[in-house]
Every structure is written in C-alpha cells, then in structure tokens.
C-alpha cells in the first residue's frame, strides 16, 4: 500500500498516490540510500509532515490547512515487538471556539504468524469500547494482498464492500470495488521503476507496489453513476459507503538516489487543474 488509507464509518477515500512499501531486491534503484520522508508541500504550502523517533519510526503524522498553515489533523502510531503497526489513533481539531483537537477514530490491526495483518477494528474514537466496523484481508503466496472486505459490526456483521487487486510482478495494476458481488468501479495503475516516496515510512501497512504511480485511471466510475466534483474527484456511493477517486497522469522528478523529489499531477476529469507536490526527506 502499500496505500495507506483509511477507512471511516461511511467513507472510503481513495486517492491516485498511495503509500506503500517496497520490496527491497538486487535492483534497488537508490543503490542501497535510505531516505526517510519528512515533508509534503502541495502548490509550495507545507500539506503533511512526518515526525520520527531516533530509531525512525514515524510517531506522528501532521496534516495541514494549507489556508491557516496550521495543524488540521493528527494521526499517533503504535507498534508491535515486530515494528508492525498496531494502532493508528486519529485526531481531528474542532470546529468550536476552542479548537481542541478531538479523538475521531482508532484501528487496532491483528496479525498472523507470517506478520501478516488479517483483521483491522475501527473504533469511532479513543475511548469507544466498541467496534463500529472491521476489515478482513486475504493474501496471495507471495504475501500481496488481494482481497480486503469491510464488514459493519452489527448482529449479522453485514459485508459494506469490499476490493480485489491484481498483480503484475511487484506493482498492483488493477483495484476493482464490489458491493456484493456487483462491481461498482474499477482502478487502473501504471507506474515508473524508480524508488517509491514512501518507501522508508514505518506506518506502511499493505504492500502494494514499491514504485510511484505514473497514471492513476478509472474508466467505469463516471458511467456507474460516479459524481465529479470541481476539484476533479469522481464519488461513486453504494450501501451507504461513498468511493472518492482523483484520476490522475503524473511526472517526477528525481534526485541522485533516484528519490522522487518533486510530482506534477494532472487531473484526468478536470484537464486544466494541476496540482505540484513536493517532498522533502531526512537521513
């Protein structure tokens, strides 16, 4: 993933980059550099920044209004004895006077013998006893995931959706959501052979491909009733679960160790809108 993203009780948002991890191999394009990410700026405004310990393992991540360049929200992590994630506890600041910042969910993640995450548990805040919702993940031999079903936990642990992702080689290439056994959007994705910007990131969860997306696609998702917004995200809802997507093409440009350092994004359904990312890293 691997994608990090994140599923909330009636929101799954899924955006043309996602973090993953990388497969570390005999061709590793940064030539055995380790790089850690420290900083995301969109259009030069600082957008997420990554606080580490001194073993670099990321303990925060802080997402920012790009407005007020103040703190809009905050994910902690905790870790297992295997530095596998085993919390990610969210916090979103008010909308009161007080701009207190306010416990708005917390995934609890359950692992195999292999470290394999099989059961995540999404409580709506920090001091809830109970399970809103949970997601089952299911693996190929070669330890990818290709299934993830999100269930309510509810007396009959109704299925809300679930995806399945195809393979070619090390890099998912295809995403395809169902409500059931109906397909209600398909995602497609191709991708450069450089280092992944978040290759070093400690949070990742699931393996989903260990290179930057080139071209993020989704040819079903208008004509399946998708809605496109004017940022040029297309929500495609179902079984009160909305899919918010931004297809995309982009470009990159790399540093010495073959590092992304900067991402120009081109919105497929909004053709004049281009976003420029920036990240910066630490040693």
Do not use: W
Not at 103 to 111: A, E, M, R, V, W
Not at 241 to 267: A, D, G
Request: one cysteine or more; glycine letters at 4%; a positive charge.
């Amino acid at each position: 993933m691997k994608k990090k993203y994140y599923v909330f009780n009636f929101l799954l948002i899924v955006t043309g980059v996602i973090i993953l991890t990388a497969c570390q191999n005999q061709n590793d394009p940064s030539n055995g550099k380790v790089l850690y990410l420290s900083k995301i700026k969109t259009n030069g405004k600082l957008t997420t920044e990554y606080i580490y310990d001194n073993s670099k393992y990321v303990q925060r991540i802080n997402t920012y209004d790009t407005l007020t360049g103040t703190i809009n929200s905050y994910n902690t992590y905790e870790y297992t004895k295997n530095n596998k994630v085993s919390k990610i506890h969210y916090f979103n600041k008010s909308t009161g006077t007080s701009q207190q910042y306010m416990s708005t969910g917390l995934y609890i993640f359950l692992f195999d013998n292999q470290d394999l995450i099989i059961k995540a548990n999404y409580y709506t805040s920090e001091t809830s006893t109970t399970i809103n919702s949970y997601s089952v993940y299911v693996y190929n031999l070669v330890k990818q995931c290709i299934k993830y079903t999100n269930y309510n936990n509810d007396s009959t642990h109704t299925e809300r959706y679930s995806y399945v992702n195809d393979y070619n080689g090390d890099d998912r290439v295809k995403c395809s959501y169902y409500n059931g056994s109906i397909l209600k959007a398909t995602f497609n994705y191709t991708y450069d052979d450089k280092v992944n910007y978040s290759k070093n990131l400690s949070t990742t969860t699931i393996l989903y491909s260990p290179h930057n997306t080139l071209t993020y696609s989704s040819p079903d998702a208008v004509s399946n009733g998708g809605v496109v917004d004017t940022n040029g995200g297309v929500m495609v809802a179902f079984n009160k679960v909305s899919v918010l997507s931004y297809p995309n093409t982009s470009t990159f440009t790399y540093n010495s160790y073959n590092y992304p350092i900067k991402q120009t994004m081109n919105y497929i359904l909004k053709p004049k809108k281009v976003d420029i990312k920036d990240f910066e890293y630490i040693e």
